[in-house]
């Protein structure tokens, strides 16, 4: 492991075994709170965590804010998962009959960018976190920030190195066969199957050992990455051929409305390559693909090539995320005018 890894690692990892042992004398549960609009790693880094607290004799679940996504099935993660209801969201703190005692958030410090189960995540003051995610306002001690990780799952894959030698356990016994699944999602979703600048040498070696602990990498790149529906082959074409360019060409929108994912019986997830598409057209500085995700609500998903920071852009939305990729949803605009805002503020820019 890095040596600049070590430091929070092993300080995450302590805390993650002081709090299991803490909660074993309460049968107390753990919920980890990934973001909304789930992605690879944070599906993977709260899946893994989940299991790693249980490999410990905790009690945990991840507390979804909405479905998970076909293209993660494969994962088999089902019984790693809790779905709040409102009446929980009310205040019935109990998750599967155990009181509700930690909170823990991955890839994300924000409660706001759970999406409803942000009361619930606050319902804590002192919750873990460990994120890669570039946030000035959080230096507490159960959080571990590192925005030079290529991912959430890489680190908590240094957090569970760390908590296999404190415990004396190998690191199988950490990190089961699925674990390496879903740490290896993670790290293959946020590093663009290892192409992008984040990709360090220690991400590449941590892959390695997730290999051999079973963390089938052709197996998760093909579910992710390559297999498509029918309808969502016909949706990504026909929205990449409505592709639009400004600033000579460093500038490429798209938008898809309801009726488009009607048209083509699509669902809202199902244009999720195009954005990255785009962005690889020669030429495009910044990429930028507008969903309706329903009649009242837009996403916004980001991407640039260079030096266009798209996460200051995402911001002025409401949302965030990286340099290179972020993204937001706003609500009550109408896609069409919200493009055209988009357009002349990125022109003003590039
Ligand atoms: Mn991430």
Redesign the pocket.
């Known amino acids: 492991m890095k040596e600049l890894y070590f430091e929070g690692a092993s300080r995450m990892a302590k805390i993650i075994i002081d709090k299991i042992d803490d909660l074993k004398k309460t049968d107390g549960a753990v919920l980890v709170f990934p973001h909304k609009s789930v992605?690879g790693?944070?599906v993977g880094s709260s899946c893994a965590m989940v299991s790693i607290i249980r490999n410990l004799g905790g009690n945990a679940w991840v507390c979804m804010p909405e479905e998970l996504p076909s293209n993660m099935s494969f994962l088999d993660v089902d019984d790693l998962l809790f779905y709040p209801q409102e009446n929980f969201i009310r205040g019935d703190l109990l998750v599967h009959g155990k009181r509700y005692e930690t909170a823990f958030s991955v890839?994300c410090s924000e409660g706001h960018r759970m999406g409803e189960n942000c009361e619930i995540f606050e319902y804590y003051e002192d919750s873990l976190d460990v994120d890669?995610?570039e946030v000035t306002h959080l230096s507490a001690p159960l959080k571990w920030i590192e925005p030079g990780a290529s991912?959430?799952c890489e680190m908590v894959f240094y957090v569970a190195e760390r908590i296999a030698e404190f415990t004396g356990k190998s690191i199988s016994g950490v990190i089961d066969t699925r674990s390496a699944k879903c740490l290896m999602a993670?790290i293959v979703t946020?590093t663009g199957r290892f192409t992008y600048t984040n990709t360090k040498p220690e991400t590449l070696e941590t892959a390695g050992i997730l290999m051999e602990l079973g963390g089938n990498i052709t197996e998760v790149c093909y579910n992710l990455f390559d297999l498509k529906t029918p309808s969502e082959f016909a949706i990504s074409s026909a929205a990449c051929s409505s592709a639009r360019f400004y600033c000579d060409g460093k500038l490429a929108i798209v938008t898809v409305t309801s009726e488009m994912f009607e048209k083509y019986h699509a669902n809202t997830d199902e244009i999720s390559d195009v954005v990255s598409r785009l962005r690889d057209v020669g030429g495009v500085e910044f990429a930028c693909v507008l969903r309706e995700t329903d009649k009242d609500t837009v996403r916004g998903n980001l991407r640039s090539k260079t030096d266009f920071d798209c996460s200051i852009f995402a911001e002025k939305y409401g949302g965030g995320g990286h340099k290179r990729a972020a993204g937001f949803t706003v609500k009550g605009r109408d896609i069409n005018d919200l493009a055209e805002e988009i357009i002349s503020e990125a022109s003003a820019v590039l």
Request: proline content about 0%.
């Open positions: 992605d790693d944070c890839d890669h995610h991912s959430a993670g946020d």
